[in-house]
């Protein structure tokens, strides 16, 4: 399954997000009673959520109300806070690294260190709300398990007010915090990406891309936003179903017969280390009937230059031949842990998962895994196959 986060039309906020998942299955009685028990310390807030038409679209509107105002807090001290709070590990974790990702934002753009920077707008008890209870719902929708693709941000435009005083729309902090996504300004003349919801959505994206690849929607929920526009004002998260997809590689060619299989087995290793996608060598038989090798490598395009250039001096080849753009099929690749007895200990293994529209087509234990179960039990490699399998 993939998860398509699209903040193209309206941007991104805590309580966007939360709406969008809500609307996807998220539990909203939980959600609220996660949400006001984690903000209890920062100040309370109440939520409620509720059925909304904007513009045509009917969204989930969560509604986050801050019950009091408390003084700013550290960095330091605002973590220590979240650390203590009664909540899952993962939701803890991540929602941490959101809130580092905002702060090393902050401190960035204020010339301080990320021991002495106060939380102003981003440490208050709504937006502590908005990014767990977020972080709650992705992890109980089980979205930690798929991979999820965020589309292009609308960052609005015009000025806002803060704590900082009047700033341009993106905010300092929010261009820092999206400075490897992909964003635009407008469509109209507000903020619409907040910190908070632009930090949610760096951590939890897998990959950013420009367009929504090839997919099959299985259901689409939308989160509303709370100010009014002459278009809706929603974020839009499709859930869907994989289908094979389609990949640009580069190949890379060159014929040696003068390494020795050390040097070789040294070779695979360093253009694996470059970012090879996949490396082989096959047999041949050279001009003047002399054997040799074939070595084929498959790559992305931004690691094809650093590949080729490790090629020449590991090699020493005068010649080196470049396919560029093939097209190839992916099946769709997941990874899910089982923890297996043998001998009386348990053990820790990885599987690769393939699919193809939705159907399983294959399912293999991770070699290295394997490798370390048969080192730490003395069992033969094959024996330790044949028990996990």
Do not use: W
Not at 52 to 74: D, Y
Request: charged letters at 30%; one cysteine or more; proline letters at 3%.
């Amino acid at each position: 399954m993939t998860i398509i986060i699209d903040p193209q039309g309206s941007g991104i906020s805590g309580n966007m997000l939360i709406g969008a998942f809500v609307d996807l299955g998220a539990n909203a009685d939980k959600l609220k009673q996660v949400m006001e028990k984690s903000a209890k310390d920062f100040g309370g807030v109440k939520v409620s959520f509720e059925k909304i038409n904007k513009h045509g679209i009917e969204s989930t509107f969560c509604n986050v109300e801050m019950m009091e105002h408390k003084a700013f807090i550290n960095y330091p001290e605002f973590i220590e806070k979240i650390n203590s709070l009664d909540l899952d590990e993962n939701v803890k974790k991540t929602s941490i690294k959101v809130f580092e990702r905002i702060g090393k934002a902050e401190s960035k753009v204020h010339g301080k260190n990320l021991e002495t920077i106060h939380f102003h707008e981003v440490g208050a008890s709504d937006a502590v709300a908005d990014v767990i209870g977020s972080v709650y719902a992705y992890y109980s929708l089980n979205f930690d398990a798929q991979k999820v693709i965020g589309l292009p941000i609308a960052v609005g435009g015009g000025t806002v007010k803060t704590s900082h005083g009047t700033l341009a729309v993106p905010v300092p902090a929010v261009v820092e915090i999206l400075n490897e996504a992909k964003l635009f300004g407008g469509p109209v003349n507000s903020e619409l990406a907040t910190p908070t919801g632009s930090a949610i959505y760096m951590e939890i994206c897998d990959e950013i891309k420009e367009y929504i690849p090839q997919i099959k929607p299985k259901k689409v929920g939308y989160g509303a936003g709370k100010k009014d526009f002459d278009h809706p004002n929603v974020l839009r998260i499709i859930e869907s179903e994989d289908i094979c997809e389609s990949d640009k590689i580069d190949v890379i060619e060159t014929n040696i017969d003068h390494l020795t299989g050390e040097e070789i087995g040294y070779l695979f290793d360093k253009l694996l280390g470059k970012g090879a996608s996949d490396v082989s060598i096959t047999p041949i038989i050279m001009k003047k009937n002399r054997q040799g090798s074939l070595l084929k490598v498959v790559c992305r395009r931004e690691h094809r230059e650093e590949l080729v250039d490790a090629i020449f001096k590991e090699t020493g080849s005068l010649g080196i031949r470049i396919i560029p753009n093939i097209h190839r099929g992916i099946a769709k690749r997941e990874f899910e842990k089982k923890t297996i007895e043998i001998n009386g200990k348990n053990y820790t293994i990885t599987y690769k998962i393939g699919y193809v529209n939705g159907e399983i087509i294959s399912k293999r234990p991770e070699y290295e895994d394997l490798k370390r179960i048969a080192e730490d039990s003395g069992l033969a490699l094959r024996k330790v196959k044949e028990l996990i399998e």
